[in-house]
């Protein structure tokens, strides 16, 4: 008997990120839910990504449109690849579907804040934020350039 896959939710999936994601998990086999704001944004990445993948000979994945908050609520796994302008509104939106889950947080500021490493960890969501939202209620991960999410322990969530 196989072990069944986690289901992966892709929050604000629509873009080059979050298609480019979606496609790597559905050719190793996931199922992938695409989430977004409007719902017409979620069916048509679904649409396309069921597209790329016949022209490269899968014709069968596993991939479906919802918004953000069904996507999260629904996944084992949620992938936040949301603009940076809107991470923190997006942590307040799925907070609650959160529980027990992993959030993998990809959000990338495309021009970087007016400030150094140092200030924009200690102001950041690595540090403050999280403990804030989430306690020990889910496993954190990010791609900050050089921050990172470790099991909170009571002193720090950044490791520099």
Request: aromatic residues 6%; hydrophobic residues 40%.
């Amino acid at each position: 008997m196989s072990e069944k896959l986690p289901v992966i939710a892709i929050l604000g999936g629509t873009g080059d990120l979050g298609t480019g994601l979606a496609r790597r998990w559905v050719q190793a086999g996931y199922q992938v839910i695409i989430g977004s704001r409007t719902a017409d944004k979620s069916q048509a990445a679904v649409a396309d990504l069921t597209r790329v993948m016949s022209e490269r000979g899968i014709d069968s994945i596993s991939a479906i449109a919802m918004d953000n908050l069904a996507a999260a609520n629904a996944a084992d796994i949620c992938v936040m690849t949301v603009p940076f302008a809107h991470q923190t509104e997006m942590l307040e939106l799925i907070k609650n579907a959160l529980s027990g889950k992993i959030l993998i947080d990809v959000t990338v500021p495309l021009i970087p804040p007016k400030s150094s490493q140092g200030t924009v960890a200690r102001r950041g969501l690595c540090r403050t934020n999280f403990p804030k939202y989430f306690r020990r209620k889910c496993e954190c991960c990010f791609s900050f350039s050089k921050c990172s999410c470790a099991p909170f322990t009571g002193r720090s969530w950044l490791k520099l």
